[in-house]
């Protein structure tokens, strides 16, 4: 008979005899495997904001990283090193790489200065958008965006919130 056994969040299956002579257990533990995540570079709508993009594609993957519960993958291994946030992505092409989730990015700026930033979290096996939200802020303010993009992201995969600041 097996058991499943639950200690400290451990599910534990244990190969039990039905009687209770000869007992004895010998656990299986299932190991955690982060989530494979590609982040290909934030887009920048114009020349003004590209370091900004790549900026705040950087702090994402570094806190999804962080996290431990991400595995972001490696930006020489993505197929597109870009995928527009108003488009469909190509799913063919980050399933070829294992991507479980996907975010793609854009950074714009408005006329009165501030920085837009928007994101869509997809997923490449079922073709879902599982997230997409924005931002809106002073420049200054591009850090705490990206921070707050990771916990969404964070969030939405594993069910538990965390802050990056």
Same mark, same amino acid.
């Given at each position: 008979?097996?058991?499943?056994?639950?200690?400290?969040? *451990?599910?534990? #299956? $244990?190969?039990?005899?039905? @009687? +209770?002579?000869?007992?004895?257990?010998?656990?299986?533990?299932?190991?955690?495997?982060?989530?494979?995540?590609?982040?290909?570079?934030?887009?920048?709508?114009?020349p003004s904001e590209v370091e900004q993009a790549k900026t705040i594609s950087h702090i994402i993957a570094s806190d999804l990283k962080q996290s431990s519960a991400f595995a972001? *993958?490696?930006? #020489? $291994?993505?197929?597109?090193? @870009? +995928?527009?946030?108003?488009?469909?992505?190509?799913?063919?092409?980050?399933?070829?790489?294992?991507?479980?989730?996907?975010?793609?990015?854009?950074?714009?700026?408005?006329?009165?200065?501030?920085?837009?930033?928007?994101?869509?979290?997809w997923d490449p096996f079922s073709g879902y958008q599982l997230a997409g939200q924005q931002y809106t802020g002073i420049p200054d303010d591009l850090t705490r965006i990206a921070h707050m993009i990771s916990a969404d992201i964070h969030e939405r995969i594993t069910g538990k919130k965390r802050t990056f600041d």
């Amino acid at each position: 008979m097996i058991r499943l056994i639950v200690a400290a969040g *451990i599910v534990i #299956a $244990a190969n039990m005899p039905a @009687s +209770a002579e000869g007992l004895r257990q010998q656990p299986v533990l299932r190991t955690y495997q982060p989530v494979r995540i590609a982040l290909p570079g934030f887009d920048a709508a114009g020349p003004s904001e590209v370091e900004q993009a790549k900026t705040i594609s950087h702090i994402i993957a570094s806190d999804l990283k962080q996290s431990s519960a991400f595995a972001p *993958i490696n930006p #020489a $291994a993505l197929v597109e090193k @870009s +995928a527009g946030i108003d488009e469909v992505p190509k799913f063919a092409d980050w399933r070829a790489i294992n991507a479980e989730e996907l975010i793609v990015g854009r950074v714009t700026r408005q006329p009165d200065g501030r920085i837009k930033v928007e994101f869509r979290l997809w997923d490449p096996f079922s073709g879902y958008q599982l997230a997409g939200q924005q931002y809106t802020g002073i420049p200054d303010d591009l850090t705490r965006i990206a921070h707050m993009i990771s916990a969404d992201i964070h969030e939405r995969i594993t069910g538990k919130k965390r802050t990056f600041d």
